[in-house]
């Protein structure tokens, strides 16, 4: 007679991990959820089933519709936390929600990797409206030269935002007053390592020193997870620094443009893009400030930096076409190849375009002419146009232009330049009162601008909101491991055959008790085992057990299952 034994797990740990979920953002979003944490930190925890876990997140501005809090094993619901408008975990600022560590019902859940994801909705605006609250002093900033908010959804900085300082302000009575990057959260609080600089200097820069609102001069969130400043001050010296702004690397100087022909003008470059950072099709774009100028330059990116041995960069679209005089007023290129390029015009009467679209760019020819669409011919309410940034790069809907002399922010229909509407009026300038130094998008389609008025005390930053109802949901990065069940072996000690009695004695670490067990019998070593109902297990001491069946006449394989 042949006895067979199976060592028996439950409640085994999943083998899986989740690799993280990609949020496609809507243009028509406003509320959203950022800088999720879970027991305040920004990665995974290893948590029991059954002990709670603190979700805090920070909401743009209050859920009016409410939120949802979702606990997820793979794309499975295993939990889910209703809050009502108005109560905590749907207000502007910080949120805390607790989760028991329990699934639906209460139900105790096995072991492996949970997502938290978090669904805000609201009611909205019948047009475009300030979520920003001017009074806040996170909103303020001295003198603003641009602005970039993170919109990639697997950042644990998703929702950061980022505001160009380019002057000191003597007094520096709050951390706007301070030249450099200001930092702050979706809500206008302060970034939790800080809002800005040291003494004058930040990431081993030190900004600001040049006079004339030089340095930091542009901003762009590269897809890298680094931002990205230009130092005018230097004529074209492009940073990148961490999402916490505290190292820094030269990725483009004076040396990518030695040979090229805008060392003799005399303004040099103005503004700036860079695309796919972090990737073998990175590029940084680079447009002058002469008039007549030469155009949009780029240079490819190695290792995140421009190639040194390329001193000329290569011209992307030429002045003297539908370019007519410059390419300073800020440009931005989609995942597509299209080019969206801005003319600062400055001079009442102009005929020349102010935003411009060149499609299809084959990564290396230049255009001159076959522009897509012009826009802001003519237009003396469209002067000063700053920068422009596009609300999306995979697909974008609304390119919106900040504007320092006529004032506002333009918003313009990305596919054919028209001017959008404000729920059911033509939205011409945005905060016309106001004029305009950096524009920018978050991830959920909320508009963002910073203004440099004549008196600084008046210079902030501001996000105003889409019209319509909305809802947003945010993945957090972070997981919840919840370990598996102990995995203990079922081992035999011993096995007596006695007439037609079969005694099996066993162990078990789990000490479970003796109804946890059943003997299984089959003819067959590897298939076809059904419980022996007729089978005796007792308990011989802590950990010992022994099961007593009666043999039949054939040949049987025996073995030992514990639980389900």
């Not at 470059?269 to 972090?278: L, M, R």
């Not at 949009?296 to 960069?313: E, H, I, K, R, S």
């Not at 305009?436 to 600084?456: E, F």
Request: hydrophobic content about 35%; aromatic content about 10%; proline content about 3%.
């Amino acid at each position: 007679m042949r006895f067979h034994h199976q060592i028996i797990c439950i409640g085994a740990a999943l083998a899986s991990v989740f690799a993280g979920a990609f949020f496609t953002p809507s243009a028509r979003a406003n509320v959203y959820a950022t800088d999720i944490k879970l027991n305040g930190g920004l990665s995974g925890i290893t948590n029991g089933s059954g002990t709670n876990v603190a979700i805090s997140y920070i909401l743009n501005e209050p859920a009016t519709r409410g939120v949802t809090v979702n606990i997820l094993s793979g794309s499975t619901v295993v939990r889910s936390i209703p809050i009502a408008s108005g109560a905590v975990g749907a207000r502007k600022g910080t949120n805390l929600v607790t989760w028991d560590g329990f699934g639906s019902g209460g139900a105790t859940l096995g072991g492996g990797a949970y997502t938290v994801n978090i669904t805000a909705s609201a009611t909205g605006f019948t047009n475009w409206t300030q979520t920003s609250t001017d009074t806040n002093d996170g909103y303020h900033v001295f003198s603003p030269r641009g602005i970039a908010v993170n919109t990639n959804p697997n950042s644990v900085y998703y929702g950061r935002v980022f505001v160009g300082n380019a002057t000191e302000n003597d007094s520096a009575a709050l951390p706007g007053d301070l030249a450099g990057i200001l930092k702050a959260n979706a809500d206008g609080s302060p970034a939790d390592e800080g809002q800005g600089n040291t003494n004058g200097f930040q990431a081993g820069i030190q900004w600001g020193t040049d006079g004339f609102n030089g340095n930091p001069h542009f901003l762009r969130y590269g897809q890298d997870d680094r931002i990205y400043a230009l130092d005018w001050d230097d004529r074209g010296v492009v940073y990148a620094m961490d999402m916490m702004v505290s190292t820094n690397q030269v990725v483009l100087d004076a040396n990518n443009y030695s040979a090229n022909p805008v060392t003799g003008l005399s303004l040099g470059w103005g503004e700036f893009d860079v695309t796919d950072a972090g990737t073998p099709n990175g590029r940084i774009f680079l447009g002058d400030n002469d008039s007549p100028g030469l155009g949009l330059w780029f240079w490819q990116l190695t290792n995140g930096v421009a190639d040194p041995n390329d001193t000329m960069g290569k011209q992307v679209i030429a002045v003297g076409g539908d370019l007519d005089l410059f390419a300073n007023g800020g440009s931005m290129m989609d995942e597509r190849s299209n080019i969206f390029v801005g003319q600062n015009i400055e001079t009442s009467g102009s005929s020349s375009p102010r935003v411009l679209e060149f499609t299809n760019w084959d990564g290396m020819s230049t255009f001159t002419n076959g522009s897509a669409w012009q826009s802001g011919a003519n237009d003396d309410s469209f002067l000063g146009g700053f920068d422009l940034a596009l609300d999306s790069r995979a697909n974008p809907k609304y390119v919106a232009v900040a504007l320092s002399i006529s004032g506002g922010l333009r918003v313009l229909n990305a596919t054919n330049g028209f001017i959008i509407t404000n729920g059911t009026q033509v939205l011409d300038n945005l905060d016309s009162t106001n004029l305009y130094y950096g524009v920018a998008w978050d991830g959920a389609g909320n508009l963002y601008g910073a203004i440099n008025n004549s008196a600084a005390s008046d210079n902030k930053w501001r996000v105003f909101s889409p019209p319509g109802t909305n809802q947003t949901t945010t993945v957090a990065v972070e997981t919840v491991f919840v370990p598996g069940a102990v995995i203990s072996s079922i081992t035999l000690t011993s096995i007596i055959l006695n007439s037609t009695t079969v005694t099996i004695n066993f162990t078990d670490p789990s000490d479970a008790s003796p109804t946890s067990f059943s003997l299984q019998s089959s003819a067959m070593a590897n298939s076809g085992y059904t419980t022996v109902g007729s089978a005796v297990i007792t308990r011989t001491s802590a950990g010992h057990f022994q099961a007593t069946v009666t043999s039949s006449a054939t040949a049987q394989f025996y073995r030992i299952k514990r639980g389900s």
